[in-house]
């Protein structure tokens, strides 16, 4: 990879940050909505509160996912707030 081609990469990650909802473009779980609780290098670390848990983080590359600009503070969540925010969001997008 050249110089410039790492650079766009890296400046590309910066926009994936912890506590903003993801929804997946690819994989059996496509069109699901996470709240990325993790970032690592090209991947992101999503969870549902239900069958992917803060404890339990699915792995999934970046390129993967697409964003939805709503940005939530899980620095001290447990799995009750990030279902709580997945159903507010839900119900918020049915309403428009």
């Known amino acids: 990879m050249g110089t410039l081609e790492k650079a766009v990469s ?5 926009r994936y940050r912890a506590g903003m909802l993801a929804k997946s473009k690819a994989g059996h779980d496509a069109g699901r909505i996470y709240v990325i609780t ?5 991947y992101v670390y999503l ?3 239900r069958l992917r848990t803060v404890g339990r983080p ?3 590359k970046a390129r993967h996912v697409q964003l939805i600009c709503e940005e939530h503070d899980v620095s001290a969540a447990d799995d009750v707030q990030i279902k709580r925010i ?3 969001y839900i119900s918020k997008e049915e309403e428009i």
């Open 86 to 88: 997945l159903k507010e």
């Open 10 to 14: 890296e400046v590309g990650m910066d």
């Open 47 to 49: 969870a549902d509160g």
């Open 38 to 42: 993790d970032t690592d290098g090209a």
């Open 58 to 60: 699915k792995k999934k």
